[in-house]
């Protein structure tokens, strides 16, 4: 029982983890995106080669880190003996 409760809540972690790293991510560039909207269309693309790198890592990171603690929570909730 043990061993499947290892495997259970590592697999919830990872896997909610690199969700969340995918989604924050995404709304991170898509938040970025919006410093360079006041820019002529040259610049515009420019600007957002500039900052995508940035943004893909920083949202990813922190949706990694996040995605993963509360994917452990979670599944040691659900993974948890009962009582009684």
């Known amino acids: ?23 924050g991510g995404q709304i991170s560039v898509k938040l970025h995106y919006q410093k360079c909207q006041n ?6 693309h420019m600007c957002h080669a500039w900052v995508t790198p940035g943004a893909i890592w920083q949202g990813s990171t922190t949706g990694l880190w996040t ?12 993974t948890r003996p009962r009582r009684g």
């Open 1 to 23: 029982m043990t061993n499947n409760r290892v495997l259970v809540c590592t697999f919830l972690a990872l896997l909610s983890g690199f969700l969340s790293g995918y989604i």
């Open 67 to 78: 995605g993963t603690i509360l994917g452990a929570f979670v599944g040691g909730l659900v």
């Open 39 to 44: 820019q002529a269309w040259g610049f515009k």
